[in-house]
């Protein structure tokens, strides 16, 4: 995700406190949102479901949906028991460094 996208995505959704205030509508901000979203994680760190809530909740009501859109979109990866989250490498594989 360009990194215009992303600016572009910070300045229309977002508020003064850094909070989003509304889910896009076009699909390429709602990529950019999930683009910004993913830096909130930090590269080979495990994540339990509440601790990825915990980072999305302050950014978003619905964080949720925005757990579910990283998860979809390949930039959080869950394990196969569903116990754990961790950021996707470049290529979608975990970062497991």
Do not use: C, H
């Not at 390429?28 to 994540?47: N, Q, S």
């Not at 009501?61 to 990866?77: A, K, P």
């Amino acid at each position: 995700m360009g990194e215009d996208r992303v600016s572009d995505f910070a300045r229309r959704y977002l508020d003064s406190q850094g909070r989003v205030t509304s889910i896009p509508a076009k699909r390429a901000m709602k990529e950019a949102l999930v683009a910004w979203a993913a830096r909130r994680f930090e590269p080979g760190r495990p994540y339990s479901e509440s601790q990825v809530n915990e980072v999305l909740a302050p950014v978003m009501e619905d964080y949720v949906w925005l757990r579910r859109m990283l998860v979809d979109g390949g930039y959080l990866i869950r394990d196969d028991r569903g116990t754990a989250y961790r950021l996707a490498g470049p290529r979608g594989e975990a970062a497991d460094r």
